[in-house]
Every structure is written in structure tokens, then in C-alpha cells.
């Protein structure tokens, strides 16, 4: 059984920073896409970040260019999100997606492109 657990999330200042995991099981993600999409209350899911598992390129949404850093380990089989100069709006669920290589654009960042799903893990950020 395929599953993405995220972990990291909680509460930072703005200009604070915070880690987000998600450790993957269950299958080998050699050729997937690892991805992190994030829903503030009232808004749809919005892509962030994603990173491949063959040679580590990433891909940024404009929100988090410069801000979050998108990283995995293939040893842990995890992926991480690196949040740093925390913004109120950047509150919202993070979630942690896969999507296999063959079905999807690296950079398209497109939801329903994406396979697996975490549960989610709630970052608040107060002004």
C-alpha cells in the first residue's frame, strides 16, 4: 500500500521558517515526480514545488522561488520542503504528491496529474 506521510508542519512568524517531510512507502519512486501542493482556507489546491527522484531537478511556482527549497533524499526515501521568510498568506495545508514520469509534464503542476497523496500537515503563519 502506497502512502505519503507528511510531517514538519505548525506555527512560525512571518520571517520564520519551517521543514516540511514526506517519507513515501510502498512502492519505489524511482519514476515519479515528487511534488508539494499547499490549500489556503477559501482556495483551491496550488502547486509549489516538485523534484525528481533521478537527478534531483527541481521546479518552483513563483510563491515559493527563492523562499522554499525542494529536496529528497533517495535513501530515506523522502522529500522535503525547505520554508524560509515565512509570509501570513503562505497559511494553508501542505500536501505531498507523486506522479509517475510517464503521465505527467515536470513542470505542468497540474493536480489530478498526480497519483499519490499525504494527508496533509497544517503551517500557520501569524504577522
Known amino acids: 500500500q502506497v502512502q505519503l506521510v507528511e510531517s514538519g508542519g505548525g506555527f512560525a512568524q512571518a520571517g520564520g521558517s519551517l521543514r516540511l517531510s514526506c517519507a513515501a512507502s510502498?512502492?519505489?519512486?524511482?519514476?515519479?515526480?515528487m511534488g508539494w501542493f499547499r490549500q489556503a482556507p477559501g482556495k483551491e489546491r496550488a502547486f509549489v514545488a516538485v523534484i525528481r527522484w533521478s537527478d534531483g531537478g527541481t521546479h518552483y511556482a513563483d510563491s515559493a522561488k527563492g523562499r522554499f527549497t525542494i529536496s529528497r533524499d533517495n535513501a530515506k526515501n523522502s522529500v522535503y520542503l525547505q520554508m524560509n521568510s515565512l509570509k501570513p498568506e503562505d497559511t494553508a495545508v501542505y500536501y505531498c504528491?507523486?506522479?509517475?514520469?510517464?503521465?505527467?509534464?515536470?513542470?505542468?503542476?497540474?493536480?489530478?496529474?498526480?497519483?499519490?497523496w499525504g494527508q496533509g500537515t497544517q503551517v500557520t503563519v501569524s504577522s
Open positions: 504528491a507523486a506522479a509517475n514520469v510517464d503521465r505527467t509534464s515536470f513542470y505542468s503542476g497540474r493536480e489530478y496529474e498526480y497519483e499519490y
Open positions: 510502498g512502492r519505489t519512486f524511482s519514476n515519479y515526480y
